[in-house]
């Protein structure tokens, strides 16, 4: 049933209102408004609001307006970084393995590192840009056991913003000793196992994080503290994207963990994408 009453008198309307009309009992969507009807609460939905033309109009002009600019402003103002890593090892290396080097049984069980397949890599603008704000929630590195393969840190490479909090689960049934020796933030969280309060880690200052376990020797990760919000790992195709930069010229750094960086000055247009693609690989180190 609709019915149309008065606004002033229920003290839903502003004065410019000359109506508004209820239906009582819609199941429909909206939120309910308890109104007192004939000195009973009844729960009524909004149907139709009549108000002022003209002045709904102006209003409605007004908040579009400001809605276009607001919007508008903070789109013009933030752009994004797209692109790929991938890893490049030195061409004569393979020799070796193309003339039967790797066929004895001396070395046939040695592992190699295919750089086509690496992963883990990190973008990132060095350095700090505006204010930074650490997530409430804090980061989780996992402990996971893989059959055969001993027990991972998952993810191997954890980027957080400074003053970020990470927690270390231990998810196996056998103790792990999560540790680091690192300058930037050294700490020992002792021997544990499943279940346990979490333990937690501050990383309060930027840098990176070699993360291991006392006991078993192929845990380990790593911690990249930085210094404002705008980075991404790549993806199993070795492509990223950092969204809503603000406009400006930045230092970007493409990361990994076992290979020099490499830098590249991108302008970050007010609005669209700019391109940045890098190859990481044994090159600029001095040589002996
Ligand atoms: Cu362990």
């Known amino acids: 049933m609709i019915s149309h009453i008065p606004c002033q008198k229920y003290e839903i309307c502003g004065s410019e209102c000359l109506g508004l009309a209820l239906e009582a009992g819609d199941p429909g969507g909206g939120s309910e408004i308890s109104v007192l009807k004939g000195g009973q609460q009844s729960a009524l939905k909004p149907a139709l609001h009549v108000r002022n033309s003209r002045t709904e109009w102006v209003r409605g002009a007004l908040l579009a307006v400001l809605t276009i600019v607001l919007l508008g402003g903070s789109a013009l103002q933030a752009g994004a970084i797209v692109g790929t890593v991938r890893a490049e090892g030195k061409a004569e290396a393979e020799k070796d393995a193309l003339c039967g080097k ?14 086509a397949e690496l992963r883990d890599f990190l973008v990132f603008i060095d350095g700090p840009v505006g204010k930074v704000v650490p997530p409430e929630t804090p980061a989780q590195v996992k402990t996971e056991r893989i059959t055969q393969k001993g027990a991972t840190f998952v993810p191997h490479v954890l980027p ?13 049934e056998i103790l792990h000793n999560v540790f680091s020796y ?14 346990t309060p979490p333990k937690i880690v501050t990383f309060e200052k930027p840098g990176r994080v070699d993360v ?35 406009a400006g010229t ?24 700019v391109k940045a693609d890098f190859v990481l690989g044994i090159t600029g180190l001095p040589a002996q």
């Not at 066929?103 to 590192?113: C, V």
């Not at 957080?160 to 196996?172: L, T």
């Not at 960086?261 to 991108?266: D, P, R, T, V």
């Open 160 to 172: 957080v913003v400074v003053g970020s909090k990470v927690e270390w689960p231990n998810n196996d």
């Open 250 to 273: 930045y230092k970007v750094k493409a990361w990994h963990e076992r290979l020099p960086s490499k830098s590249q000055e991108i302008i970050v247009p007010e609005k669209g994408e």
């Open 182 to 195: 690192s300058e930037t933030h050294p700490f020992d969280l002792g021997l544990y196992r499943n279940p």
């Open 102 to 115: 790797y066929d004895s049984r001396q070395f046939k069980f040695i592992e190699r590192i295919n750089y």
């Open 212 to 246: 291991f376990c006392s006991i078993h020797s192929r845990m380990s990760c790593v911690v990249m503290v930085l210094e404002n919000p705008f980075f991404a790992t790549t993806n199993e195709k070795g492509r990223f994207v950092i969204e809503n930069i603000p």
